[in-house]
């Protein structure tokens, strides 16, 4: 009966959630129960206005983010009309930076529009409109002629529009659905029902949207190779495919080197430059690639050591007349698989051993979900990775925005991009929307040096192909290493689940995930050896928190304990090593949502363990913290130029009863109190967390400001709390910040706890009767959760006289509600016993 107590407290948090936004005719950040440090700096005139693309630069270009109207409308029906508000471009509607958040559902269509001025015209000229990733299908119209359509969240795509413009004043639509998880395409951690390991929906645009001017004949693209070994560049100049191109047309090939080599990382790589240029004729036979050697002799390589970048200008000429010109960037490394001086298989970095020390980062932010909030906020959080002393990132199932592998590739970092995962379910078409999505993501990303890895699938979430989807990505890119199948053996605490035959066909390396402690994989000749994840110790940190009274991770430690498991964790790493261990993932370097296992918290605002702590910890695993003397100067730079404040590391008792002293003093304000119930939680005093929580909503008034109406929901889990009362009181209040459906399903939740689960009986005779008479008092919140609750119950006894008229009853009112696999489990069960 525990097990049916407790699926039923899970099932109810699982219904779906709306938030009917009203029309907001100026914009401002919507709540949120906390915010990084970069959110006030957003505004509508300074919306991520920095060159999206700087791996190919172009002086003529115009940034359209902003504020677009935008309307929600069911997906089959015409929009004509856009009067539900203002949206801020480009955060994704449901994040509190859009100034909108709200879900978009999978039956609905979201609508932006815009209007831009025609860019002025020299002869042959094009306008080429970007979008740097929207999540799902997109529709582009200008002046109302369709000019382009996508599908993929996590790419980019671009159009020629210059046939639809007209003089002066244009407009601009973008038609988007997104059914999240409940569609074919890639989705990654994003569900409509965030819990645990996964998060809130990111849709339509969240990259940014850009214009630019370009010839007749342009430079479409560059595909940068290096080859160490040989000493060259191998670049691909694409033109768009054409026949009859003149052979009047050259590229002239123009790249920088120092004769004194700084390794920082910035735009200043050089005390004095040396000029390379080449020149190359361009081949006319339509294909519309001119692939060029570009010989570097002598070359300076790049590692998490030293970043050293090449700047690098690419000119297309007719006639000697440069006619389109394109700045970019290069690095020479290799990354390979090697035998070091003992046979064992290692990661190789530049034809020498070298240890991948990394952690797994998923990109998401309390205020623009998938969207940072600012450039020096997506840096930052390389940057912070790089100062607690890893060397290598592990992009967990996301595609970044381009200045994200620019400024890992400026910083020093290696990069395992992960694929984004299939619809774990493979429903028809997902399989082919997987590896469109997959192809785009490696043609886009190739010319990034940071990347070193491929990761094709995470664990066995949409496996499947795979060795047909390894070898194609060796064979698509043969200048990177492939991991087939992170995690394919798994291990939770020591038992072995799901083993698989064949785990790690055609891959470059085997690969474990073990939680909490890391392990070795299997050993396999030509393969190195790597624990893909582990670790995932959730620490609770108050006020820094996106879930109150939570702390989701494999394994719970307070946070005086963190450093030394941490600490321990890392020795058994220095072990392994030594038996051939060649690289490690640790989940994870930030908080997400409800998962608090990160090495700082979800608003970036606290170390848990501190910055040198961690490079100490780090020193026998990273060669780069022995080797490089940018590091050994990291402590007066303060950290990389990273600032975070350190966990208090004292023991929660002790930290607790300082606070219930001040209390006991007469100390009052709202502030303390909420700290003070925050710090009862992790000491465990529930008394203390009643008499805390109890006295800050007791002291509250309205109108309430936004963190009260948090805080309130926050120390409000029953309906025997003080707190449940005043939501019901001032309800409109709640509804604005929560949204309707969501404050509907945390009333019901209340009710569950604090009258329904009282009366289950345990022996498995609940009396259903006396839980409808205690319900009804509370309206529909209260019939839809009884009605919930005992079709569940129901369900898992069996009892299918008294399940069918009650789940009956419960999908005839409350269908809409209810997530579709349930619906269907549950219709099932009707259709089979009535």
Not at 27 to 55: C, D, F, G
Not at 316 to 330: M, P, R
Not at 753 to 767: F, H, Q, R, W
Request: hydrophobic share 40%.
């Amino acid at each position: 009966m525990k097990v049916r107590i407790i699926l039923l407290m899970a099932t109810a948090l699982s219904i779906f959630w709306l938030n009917d936004t009203k029309a907001q005719q100026q914009y401002h950040m919507q709540p949120v129960p906390i915010q990084s440090r970069w959110a006030k700096e957003v505004s509508p005139t300074n919306a991520l206005k920095e060159y999206p693309r700087p791996a190919m630069v172009r002086s003529g270009w115009t940034n359209l983010n902003g504020l677009w109207d935008y309307t929600v409308t069911p997906k089959d029906q015409e929009t004509k009309v856009l009067a539900e508000g203002k949206i801020l471009v480009p955060y994704p509607i449901e994040s509190a930076l859009s100034g909108v958040k709200r879900a978009l559902l999978p039956l609905e269509q979201l609508t932006y529009k815009r209007g831009f001025s025609k860019p002025t015209l020299r002869s042959g000229e094009k306008v080429l409109l970007h979008f740097g990733a929207v999540d799902w299908k997109s529709s582009i119209f200008v002046n109302g002629k369709p000019v382009g359509e996508h599908n993929g969240g996590y790419t980019e795509f671009s159009m020629d529009i210059t046939d639809a413009l007209v003089s002066g004043d244009n407009s601009l639509v973008v038609k988007v659905l997104d059914p999240t998880d409940q569609g074919v395409g890639p989705h990654g951690k994003q569900v409509l029902n965030p819990a645990n390991i996964y998060y809130t929906p990111t849709s339509g645009i969240w990259q940014t949207v850009w214009m630019e001017v370009v010839p007749a004949v342009y430079i479409e693209g560059l595909m940068m190779t290096p080859d160490i070994d040989k000493g060259v560049l191998n670049l691909v100049v694409n033109l768009p495919v054409q026949t009859g191109i003149s052979p009047e047309y050259s590229v002239e090939v123009e790249y920088f080197t120092p004769s004194v080599i700084s390794t920082e990382p910035s735009d200043e790589r050089s005390v004095s430059k040396k000029q390379v240029s080449q020149s190359f004729l361009l081949r006319n036979d339509g294909v519309g690639a001119n692939n060029i050697a570009l010989k570097i002799p002598n070359a300076k390589l790049w590692s998490p050591a030293s970043p050293f970048l090449y700047d690098l200008i690419v000119r297309l000429k007719k006639g000697g007349k440069v006619v389109d010109e394109v700045k970019s960037y290069f690095g020479m490394r290799k990354i390979s698989i090697g035998k070091d001086e003992k046979g064992i298989d290692r990661i190789f970095l530049n034809n020498k051993p070298y240890y991948n020390l990394g952690t797994l980062d998923q990109g998401f932010w309390p205020d623009g979900l998938y969207t940072a909030p600012t450039d020096e906020a997506l840096a930052f959080d390389i940057k912070a990775i790089k100062a607690m002393g890893f060397n290598t990132i592990r992009k967990h199932i996301k595609v970044e925005p381009a200045r994200w592998y620019y400024h890992a590739d400026k910083i020093g970092m290696l990069v395992w991009q992960d694929m984004v995962n299939p619809n774990q379910g493979l429903p028809e078409g997902a399989k082919e929307a997987f590896e469109a999505q997959a192809k785009e993501t490696i043609a886009q990303l190739h010319n990034y040096p940071s990347i070193v890895t491929w990761v094709l699938f995470n664990e066995k979430w949409g496996q499947y192909d795979q060795q047909r989807l390894t070898e194609w990505i060796k064979t698509t890119d043969p200048s990177r290493i492939v991991n087939g199948h992170s995690g394919e053996l798994l291990y939770v605490n020591n038992e072995l689940r799901s083993p698989s035959p064949n785990a790690y066909v055609s891959a470059d390396m085997t690969d474990v995930h073990a939680y909490p402690d890391p392990m070795m994989p299997v050993r396999q000749e030509g393969k190195a050896l790597v624990c893909g994840e582990f670790g995932g110790i959730g620490v609770f940190i108050p006020e820094h928190q996106w879930l109150t009274g939570s702390a989701w991770g494999y394994v719970q430690e307070k946070a005086v304990g963190l450093m030394a498991k941490y600490k321990g964790m890392n020795e058994q790493l220095e072990s392994f090593e030594k038996q051939g261990l060649s690289g490690s993932i640790y989940t994870q370097p930030f908080d997400v949502e409800g998962e608090q296992n990160g090495l700082m918290t979800y608003d970036r605002e606290v170390v848990k363990i501190p910055f040198a702590e961690l490079r100490k910890i780090h020193a026998g695993l990273n060669p780069d913290l022995q080797i490089s003397r940018r590091y050994a100067s990291l402590e007066m730079t303060g950290d990389y130029g990273v600032t975070a404040e350190d966990a208090d590391l004292r023991e929660p008792v002790v930290i607790y009863k300082e606070l219930h002293d001040q209390y006991l003093a007469g100390k009052r304000d709202a502030g303390f109190l909420k700290k003070m119930a925050m710090m009862a939680i992790q000491a465990g005093d529930k008394a203390g967390v009643s008499l805390a929580g109890s006295a800050y909503i007791a002291g509250l008034k309205m109108p309430l400001k936004n963190e009260d109406i948090n805080g309130v929901i926050q120390f409000t889990s029953s309906t025997k709390d003080p707190g449940f009362s005043f939501m019901n009181a001032n309800a409109e209040a709640f509804k604005k910040v929560m949204g309707d459906r969501k404050y509907t399903i945390a009333i019901a939740n209340m009710i569950n706890k604090g009258e329904i689960e009282p009366l289950m009986n345990v022996a498995g005779n609940t009396d259903w009767a006396a839980i409808e008479a205690a319900v009804k008092p509370f309206g529909l919140p209260g019939e839809e959760i009884f009605l919930r609750a005992k079709t569940v119950d129901l369900y898992y006894k069996q009892d299918w006289k008294n399940y069918v008229p009650a789940a009956s009853a419960y999908l005839a009112k409350f269908g809409a509600n209810v997530k579709e696999n349930e619906k269907q489990m549950f219709q099932a069960a009707i259709d089979q016993h009535k």
